[in-house]
């Protein structure tokens, strides 16, 4: 007698991690404590049905075997990993913490302290809970500069608003331009999108250093030179005005064109873009044509193109496309990079706890954490060194840059680093106290997007692995042992999300649970910036206040162009390193997955085979990276779809991964982009040795 199975159930989520998707996410439930396969939503539009492969198989990170379970205290040496860990309690881990961090800001003052987490989960509640600690106690703040801030300068300074045109009007656009961005690998369901225009005969063109698969796609790959998008840009516009492909009446009504910027962008011809980019003349100006020709022309930007040193200069340059031909004003027309101005009916600075603070501690840019905890005056300023370090939802020995530095800055005796997270992470090796993190599934968030348009609520969907907590809970159990007195502390994550939704006069939790979303899309005119663009005077702005944004020293371009402030090949330096994302890595998260490491198998050095035969550089060859910040062995791969003098190497591996247990990041420079700072990670000029057998 057969016995029936029983019906798996399925729960609406949403995804946690650093994505501009945050899919809609219907999960396999087996019983409390389990998950099965994880499904993408198709009642929300966006996402779809369809989610990213590392995704779906959420149940192996969920019950990867080496999650960890319980607090613990490091016995051994720092970085040796669970071996040097014995278990504690929850109660003698939070109280070893706050009696730390009581006796550092005594001795030391409160701004020795440094919480410091990034996007592990992009959840209002759990991701800014570090903060609502630092606000409470004085810590030291942290400059969020290691992903967006590069970006968020160059949208601005054209735009005035980080909005922009709805990624569902793809399926009315004649031509789809992907700058500075590989979905296939990062963010799939714009590909779904992109797939709808195609089959109604939308053209796909794909600028990026080399052949992604989401290049391979394209009907125009532009394989330009790293950090020479501004280039590309201003010669397309320089085209445009050359064939008369610009709208003159709407440049007249929205914008701040001129003579002086006609001018300006006269000289800026293909041919000078060609020396400078490495494209030939002719993609150039088809590239140029077929922008000017096509009124729906929607840009989808990325962050690739803005992780340099001009980075954001490139992003304005881009930015005036749309401008130029009046794409704005059509449906399917216009650009987008992301969402995140949509949002401020919910107050963000609730769940940051920016009203606890009642002093002006410094601030501490994230990305040089290696030449903070080195002791580097130009960071540390007037105050005390970092004694502490509270870290949830980033790893930063393997993804920040200056590895060598932030090695070395954790390796310091006098250095307390308390770590929750979910598995034993090379970050995590060096704590000295480790707490176990919940996914997900295992607590209760808001979140936003910034690829689309809806604000959704996530619940429980299994209980807490062993004994993990969240981020708020963490925070509360400290706040409880250092004093804090205050409603944030004693609210639950609910609670302060449904606060949250009322002030911003939307539904509550859960009905916005129930609804899977709420959507916060604009009209179509503010959408389009029909009403006005986001600065004071209405207008977009080809003539950049780089000064407002933070460059005081005047060195970025005003006007759109080619900023020569990148880390320039040399002949002691003759290749650019791009380290791109991998598929089925994200960040760090998915390095441990088993599917993940089978796919990616190792890190890998993409160079032309041109370059690999002046090397004598044959596939599977170890070869070194080097600069002056370090050096990094990898395994070699010839590619033609890398221009001579560039490399690539996809993904954050872990260091352990690497021959010499350095991973790639020890070759990226911790300098701050202008206008006001930010991680270059694609800026960064290297040899190359092949390694004898």
Known sequence: MKTEKKAVQRHYAVCPHDC???????????????????????????TDGVICAKVARYAERVHNPDRLRTPMKRVGAKGVGIDAFEPISWDEALDTIAERFQAIAQEDGPEAI???????????????????????MGYSRQKETICVGISNAGWQAGVGSKKGVDTQEVAESELIVIWGGNPVHTQ?????????????GAKLVVVDPYRTPTAAKADLHLKLRPGTDGA??????HQLLEDGNVDLPYLEKYTDFDDGVRAHLKPKTPEWAAAITGLPVEEIVEFARLYGASA???????????????????????????????????LGGGALYGHGDIYKRVDRKFFHGTALANTAARELDMSRIGPVLTGDPKDLGDGPQVKALFIQSTNPMVVAPELNKVHRGFERDDLFVVVHEQIMTETAAMADILLPATTFLEHDDLYSASGHTSLQVSKRIINPYADCRSNHEVVQGLAQRLGIKHVLFEMDALQMVDHALAQGDLPGADEVHAAQGVDLAESFEDAHFLNGFGHADGRFHFYADWQALGDCEG????????????????????????????????????????SSLKKEKRPTLFIHPEDCSDYSIAEGDVVT?????????????????????????EGIWPNAAF???????????????LPNGGAVFHDTKVWVKKEEK
């Open 20 to 46: 501009p998707s945050t899919c809609a996410l219907e999960v396999e439930k087996q019983d409390e404590n389990t998950i099965g396969r994880i499904h993408g939503s198709k009642q929300n539009s966006y």
């Open 114 to 136: 440094w919480p410091y987490f990034y996007a592990g989960t992009m959840g209002w509640c759990q991701q800014y809970a570090a903060h609502r600690l630092r606000y409470a």
């Open 188 to 200: 799939i369901n714009v590909m779904t999108h992109v797939a709808k225009a195609t089959r109604n």
């Open 232 to 237: 590309l840009a201003c010669a397309v516009m």
């Open 296 to 330: 729906k022309s929607f840009i989808r930007v990325g962050y690739g193109m803005s992780r340099s040193r001009n980075g954001a200069s490139n992003m304005h340059a881009v930015t005036c496309l749309p401008a130029m031909t009046g794409a704005w004003q059509h």
């Open 555 to 594: 060195r970025l371009p005003v006007l759109p162009d080619h900023a020569e402030l990148i880390d320039q090949a040399d002949a002691d330096h003759p290749f650019r390193l791009v380290t791109a994302p991998a598929r089925t890595f994200l960040n760090s998260s998915f390095t441990e997955t088993g």
């Open 625 to 649: 990276l080097g600069n002056s910040l370090g050096q990094v062995r990898v395994w070699a791969k010839p590619f033609e779809g890398v221009s001579r003098g560039v490399l690539i190497v």
């Open 659 to 673: 021959l010499d247990s350095v991973g790639i990041n020890a070759l990226i420079s911790a300098e701050p982009a």
